[in-house]
């Protein structure tokens, strides 16, 4: 069975600072994988995703990931957060056991402050 | 504004009284799901609907239930709901058409609490 780690489940950074939020998944095939956001008192919503080609997907708000099969390992940065950030995250995998079916992380909680 | 909805937001119940979540899309979507968020555990599939009158468990359905008679809707329904049921629900939708890389929109969540 697919599994997704997010061995991070709280980071605090400074403003403008570079952040890296962990993942790890686990599987025995192909892999597509997503970052979710989901500020508060929100619903989730889709940051980036990887599905083939280049290895470096980047979202319209400045977060990049890359996806690294040898390290099984899909990353997310930023290199300058902002207040606005201030979020958690989840890293999920497609399962390729049920249609669409998402495997998600536990979850990292991004703490931005000023 | 395309959106996925849910009411209500805020739910508190007692044990063994049956209650219903609505969700619905605006975005013509075949494919809605219905996900469980937990501290700790990330969010767990519980229910899956492809299209009308076409539906299937995920990894947490015991104690739930669920229809789709219109392509729109996709309540969860909770017959006898029990302490452990107390959770954030999430319903979400997506196109089928392009397979498993399409972007799953969210609801809002509904938070429930079974005293």
């Known amino acids: 069975a697919q599994s997704v780690t997010q061995l991070d489940s709280q980071v605090p950074v400074f403003e403008e600072a570079p952040v890296e939020l962990r993942c790890n998944y686990s599987?025995?095939?192909?892999?597509?994988l997503f970052w979710y956001v989901q500020y508060p008192n929100q619903g989730l919503q889709l940051l980036l995703k990887?599905?083939?080609?280049?290895?470096l997907v980047e979202s319209i708000n400045g977060f990049e990931a890359e996806f690294n099969k040898s390290q099984t390992s899909f990353h997310l940065r930023k290199p300058s957060v902002h207040i606005s950030d201030t979020a958690e995250y989840f890293c999920a995998v497609d399962s390729n056991t049920g249609f669409q079916k998402l495997v998600f992380g536990t979850g990292t909680r991004l703490l931005v402050s000023p | 504004e395309a959106q996925v909805t849910q009411n209500p937001r805020y739910l508190i119940t007692v044990t063994g009284k049956k209650l219903t979540v609505t969700c619905s899309q605006n975005m013509n979507h075949e494919y809605m799901s219905w996900y469980r968020q937990d501290p700790g555990l990330g969010l767990r599939q519980i229910y899956y609907s492809m299209n009308v009158e076409v539906t299937d468990k995920g990894d947490v359905p015991e104690g739930y239930k669920v229809s789709r008679k219109e392509k729109r809707n996709f309540p969860l329904i909770l017959e006898s709901p029990s302490p452990n049921q107390t959770s954030l629900y999430f319903c979400?939708?997506?196109?089928?058409?392009?397979?498993?890389?399409?972007?799953?929109?969210f609801g809002p969540g509904t938070r429930l609490t079974v005293l």
């Open positions: 990887y599905l083939s080609g280049s290895t």
């Open positions: 979400a939708s997506s196109f089928v058409t392009g397979g498993r890389g399409n972007e799953q929109f």
């Open positions: 599987s025995s095939v192909s892999v597509y």
